[in-house]
């Protein structure tokens, strides 16, 4: 029987998100299924799965991306699929905001802003906090209200917010995010 593999889910795999992830990874003795970066995503849910049991270890971090496709992209249909799987533990999503072309969007449970403090509003792509409360705008978030996670945590565009999460920074608001998830999934408790 194979063990679950415990995953952190990204909305996001351009080349700034994959740079932060991989940051972000190596800092916390994680691993980045790089290959998942892309704009839009090219891999099935199915290969990106196989890619994650063959992680040396966990958490496992894994990239989608709609490339501002309208609805269900193969970004979203991957990440349903993977976060779905019998072998698979997720133990959140970092939603990434996003200018779309038509507006998507999705349930947060917090939102950390380009400053790193947490709001339960959303922010936007800048990484400043939105109107709303609790909701965010992106593109690959249409799916998120469909799968069964223990948090969401939303964050402007990774890697950037006007330099500040930027890997010269040491990647603040990602990492916050990151800690945030491993702390609320008990991850660390897990591990003793």
């Known amino acids: 029987?194979?063990?679950?593999?415990?995953?952190?889910?990204?909305?996001?795999?351009?080349?700034?998100?994959?740079?932060?992830?991989?940051?972000?990874?190596?800092?916390?003795?994680?691993?980045?299924?790089?290959?998942?970066?892309?704009?839009?995503?090219?891999?099935?849910?199915?290969?990106?799965?196989?890619?994650?049991?063959?992680?040396?270890?966990?958490?496992?971090?894994?990239?989608?991306d709609d490339c501002g496709l309208l609805g269900e992209g193969a970004g979203e249909t991957a990440l349903k699929y993977v976060a779905g799987h019998q072998n698979i533990e997720v133990l959140g999503v970092i939603a990434v905001a996003s200018k779309t072309h038509?507006?998507?969007?999705?349930?947060?449970?917090?939102?950390?802003?380009?400053?790193?403090?947490l709001t339960e509003y959303g922010v936007d792509k800048g990484g400043l906090k939105d109107l709303e409360v609790g909701r965010i705008s992106g593109d690959t978030v249409y799916c998120l209200d469909e799968i069964d996670v223990?948090?969401?945590?939303?964050?402007?565009?990774?890697?950037?917010?006007a330099r500040k999460d930027s890997v010269k920074n040491g990647c603040p608001v990602t990492m916050k995010a990151v800690k945030l998830i491993l702390e609320r999934s008990g991850y660390h408790d897990n591990k003793n």
């Open 1 to 64: 029987m194979t063990k679950q593999r415990q995953v952190i889910l990204v909305t996001d795999g351009d080349e700034y998100a994959a740079r932060t992830i991989e940051y972000v990874a190596a800092e916390i003795g994680g691993r980045v299924i790089s290959r998942t970066q892309g704009n839009p995503t090219t891999l099935s849910g199915p290969h990106i799965v196989q890619l994650i049991l063959e992680a040396k270890n966990d958490p496992v971090f894994v990239m989608f």
């Open 102 to 117: 038509q507006t998507e969007w999705a349930k947060v449970d917090v939102s950390i802003d380009r400053f790193g403090e």
């Open 150 to 161: 223990p948090i969401i945590v939303g964050i402007g565009d990774i890697g950037k917010m």
